[in-house]
C-alpha cells in the first residue's frame, strides 16, 4: 500500500491510499490549506493500525 499527497485544482492539499494492486482505498476526504495538516491526516490513518474495531 501506499499513500499519494498532492495538490488539488483547487491548491489545496489532499491524500489518497491506494492498495497494492493500485486500487484506491480511502482518501482524505477533504482538502487542507497546509501541507503538514495533510500528512498529519496520512499519520492518523497509519497510527490506527489493524486493531482498530469495525462498526455497524
Avoid: C, Q
Wanted: charged residues 25%; positive net charge.
Amino acid at each position: 500500500m501506499y499513500f499519494k499527497l498532492y495538490k488539488d485544482t483547487g491548491g489545496y492539499w489532499r491524500w489518497t491510499l491506494y492498495s497494492a494492486n493500485n486500487r484506491k482505498i480511502a482518501d482524505s476526504g477533504e482538502g487542507y490549506h497546509n501541507k503538514s495538516d495533510a500528512e498529519a491526516g496520512i499519520n492518523l490513518v497509519k497510527s490506527t493500525g489493524y486493531s482498530t474495531p469495525v462498526k455497524e
